[in-house]
């Protein structure tokens, strides 16, 4: 299965803290993903990083790639009670697939 | 506003009965996806058209079809609903079929069975 395992299931943290979530896979990518998910609805594509990329920022958003332990993180500094969402990773391969999804990473922060 | 437009927002109806979901995708991409959405089941992958073709297939039941039309809107038809058929139903476009820019999500439909 091409899909990502999200790691904790679930997070919460104080507002101005920083939220780690991981992201595990197994098949060899092309890049992968990470999207938000706010409750209810569709959910907003946030970073790409590319398998010869092993850093990647996009203003409060941090993500690392290992591809030798088939590991992605997602740090965000700074959280803001906004920030409460789910989160997923989707790791992005060749060939004919889709991107699937796993359970995510749920995110609370509270104010 | 993502670009992506899905109609309807809300649906309701009885078991037994048939539905169809639309999907207009971001300007300019050729490729539409389908996702499942239940809270039991997480984000499950139904269907991808690109350029009106079917390019890859998940875990979508035979009752459930769609298809992509000239104009590049996707419709996706389930027909003898059925009470676990009751989630939110997604679709997401993209410029490559590969998806290898990203997805774009629509905002959803939430489809009740009763």
């Known amino acids: 299965?091409?899909?990502?395992?999200?790691?904790?299931?679930?997070?919460?943290?104080?507002?101005?803290?920083?939220?780690?979530?991981?992201?595990?896979?197994?098949?060899?990518?092309?890049?992968?993903?990470?999207?938000?998910?706010?409750?209810?609805?569709?959910?907003?594509?946030?970073?790409?990083?590319?398998?010869?990329?092993?850093?990647?920022?996009?203003?409060?958003?941090?993500?690392?790639?290992?591809?030798?332990?088939?590991?992605?993180?997602?740090?965000?500094?700074?959280?803001?009670?906004a920030d409460t969402a789910s989160y997923f990773c989707a790791p992005g391969g060749t060939g004919r697939r889709a991107l699937t999804f796993g359970s995510g990473t749920r995110l609370q922060v509270q104010p | 506003?993502?670009?992506?437009?899905?109609?309807?927002?809300?649906?309701?109806?009885?078991?037994?009965?048939?539905?169809?979901?639309?999907?207009?995708?971001?300007?300019?991409?050729?490729?539409?996806y389908w996702y499942q959405q239940s809270l039991d089941q997480g984000l499950q992958f139904l269907i991808q058209y690109y350029n009106g073709e079917e390019r890859a297939k998940g875990n979508i039941l035979e009752r459930f079809s769609a298809q992509q039309f000239p104009d590049l809107h996707s419709e996706l038809n389930l027909s003898s609903l059925e009470l676990g058929d009751s989630a939110l139903y997604f679709c997401a476009s993209s410029v490559q079929p590969t998806g290898n820019y990203g997805y774009t999500f629509g905002s959803g439909t939430r489809l009740t069975v009763v």
């Open chain 1, 1 to 81: 299965s091409q899909q990502g395992e999200e790691d904790p299931q679930a997070l919460s943290i104080q507002e101005g803290e920083n939220a780690t979530m991981n992201c595990s896979y197994k098949t060899s990518i092309n890049n992968l993903q990470w999207y938000r998910q706010n409750s209810g609805r569709g959910l907003v594509h946030l970073i790409l990083i590319r398998s010869n990329e092993r850093e990647k920022h996009s203003g409060r958003l941090r993500v690392t790639l290992d591809t030798s332990k088939k590991s992605s993180s997602l740090l965000i500094t700074a959280s803001r009670a």
């Open chain 2, 1 to 32: 506003d993502s670009g992506v437009t899905q109609t309807p927002k809300h649906l309701i109806t009885a078991t037994g009965q048939r539905v169809t979901l639309r999907c207009s995708p971001r300007s300019g991409d050729l490729s539409v």
